[in-house]
């Protein structure tokens, strides 16, 4: 099932557009709309604070390209969502991407027909969706 309990507890922090879209998207893929490359999905995060922040920025390679409190996760509620496929299989994804890209393509359609207006897609980010000011 999509969303567990952590999921679900991270994705309650932010605002309703993004809760109803990504809560939208992970009953589809309950359904089986993007099987079987991507059958189950996870909020890895929401809000960060200024720990987890910094070790992000910090990290190599960067898992964030911001210092604490520049990043949208970083806001309450935050203003940014991390929205994967699960289980996470980087090692798997670094050399095939598509599950990232198929489930981006998907929020993002998703997206423009409930009318909620994002951030364009990051490069090198594919699970980040930021609402836009
Ligand atoms: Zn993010």
Redesign the pocket.
Known sequence: MSLGKVSRERLALCPRPLIILIESVAADIDAGALAPLVRDTTV??TF?GEAEQMAAFNARPQR?KKPWPE???NSMPPR???FLPYPLEWAAWEASPAPLWLLQGYVRARARALGVRLKPA?RW?A????LAD
């Open positions: 890895l995060c960060r964030s990043s949208a996760h940014a969502v991390d990051i980010d699970p980040h969706y930021e």
